[in-house]
């Protein structure tokens, strides 16, 4: 039986915490919700005007949650799919991620497994 990277576990965010485009210093988003293989990043007015198309590789900064010890992270993402969340307050962006510290993976796989799993 292959492995669904969809059925990792995940975390909604609820606090305000912006992905910012390392090598441009745009906001592209917020995080929506986490998981050790991605994360979900909803996209506002606030947020660049750029789209952010399926197989587009870019480098994201953002801050983990305070639940999480905090502190930024800074990885490589794969954009996988988009579509529109007017319940969420805009679009909604899945990546994955293609670079990031395993330490850090490792912190978001169990902070996931504590929670309550978001929904797909």
């Not at 606090?15 to 050790?36: E, F, K, Q, S």
């Amino acid at each position: 039986m292959s492995s669904d990277q969809r059925y990792t576990a995940r975390r909604d965010v609820t606090m305000m915490i912006p992905v910012v485009d390392a090598l441009t210093g745009a906001v592209v988003g917020r995080v929506g919700n986490l998981c050790a293989t991605g994360l979900q990043v909803v996209r506002g007015s606030g947020a660049a005007a750029e789209a952010l198309c399926p197989g587009a590789l870019y480098q994201w900064t953002f801050a983990l949650p305070a639940e999480l010890g905090g502190g930024q992270v800074e990885c490589g993402v794969e954009v996988m799919w988009g579509g529109r969340d007017p319940g969420r307050g805009g679009d909604l962006v899945g990546a994955r991620f293609i670079l990031i510290e395993p330490a850090t993976m490792e912190r978001i796989a169990r902070w996931c497994e504590a929670g309550e799993r978001a929904p797909a």
